[in-house]
């Protein structure tokens, strides 16, 4: 292996992990917040996608990137707290609610992924690129658009940290993550708090789709993939820290681009599945899990 090819692939990695943590994460924070696993997450990543697309494309409204993309963040914060209080508010005191989560999250994911067939039709898409050009550091090669990518999701994950630790509504989350019986003693709006749970994850989903519809085609079932890396990941690093699911996702990610190169595309998933399998069976709680479950 030349240091070029090897470059290529640590390349690779470290923008798959990137997208990985930032999907995962917004998948933990809800997982965390109200104990469920939120199927429509991969959805929402297509709806940002497109509102991306149709808001910002030249083809479409031709508003440009920048205004497309922060317009399909502010629109799915408010999906993602519309669907709360359609699919999950409604059953949050039921004793089986994580059975009924599943089935009311994943009939909102078919729901989001109809209505995109309907409006945009089957035909792929795909974003225009924030920025054009390459840059080159130390025989490595990446795109400015990879740059900004690589930026953008490093800056919000520190915002988002930084909310969680900082900011009285962020503790409140956690405090709610903690324990909501508790929570709802002290005066915490826990209905409220699980909103925003859903907005800032659906928020994270829909710049991940901005991003991945402006390196790769975009298709209505295109969130299917990213919800099972997401998926991968959580399992993979647990959600016992804020950083698990960021740690784990760098790993997942260098893991898939080696698996690519070495073993092709179509070995990669069970390769992936392999390692997940492998680490609960030694770690049930995660790589980087522990016996409780916090934000």
Do not use: C
Not at 254 to 268: D, I, K, P, Q, R
């Amino acid at each position: 292996m030349t240091l070029e090819t090897l470059g290529f692939i640590l390349t690779g990695g470290l923008v798959l992990g990137a997208l990985y943590a930032l999907m995962a994460t917004g998948l933990a924070v809800v997982w965390t917040t109200l104990g469920i696993f939120n199927f429509a997450h991969g959805a929402f990543i297509a709806v940002g996608a497109y509102a991306a697309w149709q808001i910002g494309a030249g083809d479409a409204w031709g508003f440009g990137a920048l205004a497309g993309a922060i317009a399909a963040v502010a629109i799915l914060a408010a999906l993602g707290a519309g669907l709360h209080q359609a699919l999950v508010r409604p059953f949050e005191r039921q004793p089986n609610i994580v059975l009924i989560s599943v089935i009311t999250t994943l009939a909102g994911a078919q729901i989001l992924e109809n209505l995109l067939i309907l409006i945009w039709g089957p035909r792929p898409k795909q974003i225009e690129a924030f920025v054009g050009g390459e840059a080159r550091l130390a025989g490595i090669t990446l795109s400015w658009n990879e740059v900004v990518l690589l930026a953008t999701i490093a800056l919000t994950l520190l915002a988002l940290g930084g909310f969680l630790r900082t900011n009285p509504i962020g503790r409140s989350m956690r405090a709610v993550a903690q324990n909501r019986e508790a929570a709802q003693l002290l005066g915490l709006d826990v209905p409220r708090l699980y909103a925003l749970s859903f907005a800032l994850s659906a928020a994270m989903a829909g710049l991940a789709g901005v991003f991945i519809g402006a390196t790769r085609f975009m298709s209505p079932t295109m969130g299917a993939d990213p919800l099972l890396k997401a998926l991968i990941v959580v399992i993979f690093g647990g959600v016992a820290r804020f950083t698990s699911p960021i740690y784990a996702a760098f790993i997942v990610g260098m893991v898939e681009a080696f698996a690519s190169f070495y073993a092709g595309l179509y070995w990669t998933p069970a390769i992936l599945f392999a390692l997940m399998i492998g680490v609960l069976v030694v770690a049930p709680e995660g790589l980087f899990g522990r016996k409780s479950r916090t934000v």
